[in-house]
């Protein structure tokens, strides 16, 4: 069985939705912003000029998203639970298809199943690197080091954990978001969390609360796009480069910024196809170069690779890094890595959508492999790369998780920071664009494609600010709506796990019975055919 295409939304069907959507993101953003314009009135002259005011109104909302996202429940913040739960249990109702599948997720990805004649606009590998290039970053490097920092080495074995439930939690969003992902008149597609939720609960005779929850995911995606996913990322690839040659004139903020604003531009303006192509040469080689840089540290320590394994598993058990690894690399982490591979965020759901195929399915289980490679294997990179050398007992204010991996990178030599550097910069770029093509889904959702242009201009100048500036509150903002996303994304999710179940018993029932063939034994029959 395979699923019939989804038929072109008219121009008609399309304006209305907009006028709809619109009215409801004017009043969803008056009540966003109605209550911090005393802040505003008060703090604009105090705090240093135009963008010090911004950063003070959003500030007076950052507090009041964090005491309800991180409102504690058994001493678990509240959208810690909502993220565990969704991967516990989602792994168990589908019956741990992320190891039952991960062969054939393999299959896919080396293209034995690509057919260039069904709806889409990439192959299933670049849909996989556009997502990993979003959730690979600084998370595996500055967020991994934090949280070894904050609950010892045991935090690597609950981050691993966390990878594990995630892989499942990516299968279900990214199957619903291609699933439910249209087609627009000029051939193009468009999917993810906002199609999943007004399509799919439509579907189910709820109308009015999946358009409503699509258009909140849509709104904190283009929020989340600006700051942590854009201006965070260009601060810390400005700040890796002149911590590394502090003595250079030509390595300033405002350079950085430029380089890097310069190639968003001219990677973006090129759509999907571009980012994908970009980010398909990218993303192998940007992990290349940082999985090598670690495995060096690794292979010099060599002798102490067994113990720091041994600590890691016997601190994992540990009442003081348990709570370091639950609540110390999920809390603190997730604020500079959403949780690394952002598993029930969302985001790369829009990404994966774009994939050329007519089985929803096989995208999910491609992207299965994100959390793997992310988490799994990248991030534990990191942590061993660090308990070996020893660098996490430093517990100077002053030591962030950047400069701590960067100190584990110097203990090999002085130069190899320079490595750090570059893997830095590259995580720093392959996220900002991924996440430029989320953002321009969700903007294209909420107001059509006409403008998009407002949207990319908005954004390629976010990239030289980040750089130069990076409001710090704006930044903790958009950390915020990054989370946030799980909340109306979640829902559907949980809404529509018998609909993925089905499809997913279907698809494999068909996988072990032949019925499904690859792309080249498709050739082959039609060959013999004629």
């Known amino acids: 069985m395979t699923y019939p295409r989804q038929q072109p939304i008219s121009p008609v069907q399309l304006k209305r939705q907009r006028r709809g959507k619109l009215a409801a993101l004017v009043l969803a953003t008056l009540l966003l912003l109605f209550f911090p314009v005393r802040v505003l009135a008060q703090d604009a002259e105090a705090s240093g000029g135009f963008l010090g005011a911004i950063d003070s109104v959003f500030s007076a909302i950052v507090t009041v998203l964090a005491e309800v996202l991180f409102f504690g429940i058994g001493g678990f913040p509240l959208i810690v639970l909502w993220l565990i739960v969704a991967g516990i249990f989602f792994t168990i109702r589908l019956g741990f298809i992320n190891l039952r599948a991960f062969k054939h997720a393999i299959d896919v990805v080396r293209g034995r199943y690509d057919d260039p004649e069904e709806e889409g606009q990439v192959s299933h590998f670049q849909a996989l690197a556009t997502a990993l290039s979003g959730t690979v970053g600084l998370g595996n490097i500055a967020g991994v080091a934090v949280a070894i920092q904050v609950g010892g080495p045991g935090a690597m074995f609950w981050l691993t954990l966390a990878g594990f439930l995630g892989m499942t939690t990516k299968l279900v969003e990214c199957t619903l978001g291609l699933k439910y992902r249209i087609e627009r008149p000029d051939g193009t597609v468009a999917g993810g969390p906002a199609y999943m939720l007004s399509r799919g609960l439509s579907n189910m005779g ?52 430029l380089v890097l604003a310069v190639l968003t531009a001219i990677v973006i303006i090129g759509g999907i196809e571009r980012i994908a192509s970009t980010t398909g040469f990218l993303v192998p080689a940007m992990a290349v170069i940082y999985i090598l840089g670690c495995l060096w540290i690794v292979v010099v320590n060599l002798p102490q690779v067994p113990s720091a394994i041994a600590t890691i598993i016997s601190q994992a058990f540990v009442p003081g890094a348990i709570e370091g690894g639950i609540i110390g690399v999920i809390v603190q982490g997730v604020r500079r890595s959403a949780f690394s591979n952002e598993a029930g965020i969302g985001s790369t759901a829009i990404a994966h959508s774009a994939a050329r195929t007519d089985e929803p399915v096989r995208e999910g289980i491609v992207a299965l492999l ?38 584990a990178f110097a203990t090999v030599s002085d130069w190899f920071p320079i490595v750090l550097a570059i893997a830095i910069f590259l995580f720093a770029f392959s996220t900002i664009i991924s996440w430029s093509y989320y953002g321009e889904i969700s903007w294209q959702y909420l107001f059509g494609q006409r403008t998009i242009i407002i949207y990319k201009l908005i954004f390629v100048a976010c990239v030289f600010i980040g750089a130069v500036v990076a409001p710090s509150a704006v930044i903790d903002f958009s950390d915020l709506t990054l989370l946030m996303m799980a909340l109306p994304n979640l829902v559907g999710a949980y809404f529509l796990s018998n609909e993925v179940a089905g499809d997913i018993k279907n698809y494999m029932d068909r996988l072990r019975s032949g019925q499904m063939p690859t792309y080249a034994e498709k050739r082959a029959t039609l060959g013999d055919s004629h």
């Open 370 to 407: 994100e959390p793997f490679i992310d988490t799994i294997i990248i991030c534990n990179m990191t942590g061993i790369m660090i308990v070996l050398t020893g660098v996490y007992q430093d517990t100077g204010e002053a030591i962030d998780g950047s400069q701590m991996t960067l100190n």
């Open 206 to 257: 709820l109308s009015p609360l999946g358009k409503g929850l699509g258009i909140i995911f849509s709104v904190l995606a283009i929020f989340g796009s600006m700051g942590g996913a854009n201006m965070f990322q260009s601060n810390q690839a400005a700040a890796a480069f002149i911590q590394t040659f502090p003595e250079n004139p030509l390595i300033q903020e405002w350079v950085i910024g």
